[in-house]
């Protein structure tokens, strides 16, 4: 059974720094597109990055370009999102997501999903 755990999330204040982790199970993901998306109250979940296997090739959302750090320890099966100078908008569930049939930046194709992790930034 495969399944994808996030942890990391909490309450930090503005300006602040999180680390999420994602590690997955029951199969090998170091050969498919891992990524993270994150739903704040009221709104659609929404990309935030993505990394292919190579980790040569990844994927920012606009505003978390120069903040956010997405990377992947393949021989651990667990992919991190490393955000820096957190803002009050980033609040929001963050999820963690693997092997999409299509672009990385469509939720819709994503095979796998964790069960989220909150992120609350305080001003």
């Known amino acids: 059974q495969v399944q994808l755990v996030e942890s990391g999330g909490g309450l930090v204040q503005a300006g602040g720094s999180l680390r999420l982790s994602c590690a997955a199970s029951g199969r090998t993901f170091s050969s498919v597109v891992m990524g993270w998306f994150r739903q704040a109250p009221g709104k659609e979940r929404a990309f935030v990055a993505a990394?292919?296997?190579?980790?040569?090739?990844?994927y920012y959302t606009d505003s978390v370009k120069g903040r956010f750090t997405i990377s992947r320890d393949n021989a651990r099966n667990t992919v991190y999102l490393q955000m820096n100078s957190l803002q009050p908008e980033d609040t929001a569930v963050y999820y963690c997501?693997?092997?999409?049939?299509?672009?990385?930046?469509?939720?819709?194709?994503?095979?796998?999903w964790g069960q989220g992790t909150q992120v609350t930034v305080s001003s």
């Open positions: 990394i292919r296997y190579s980790a040569g090739s990844t």
């Open positions: 997501a693997a092997d999409p049939i299509g672009p990385p930046v469509e939720f819709e194709g994503y095979r796998y």
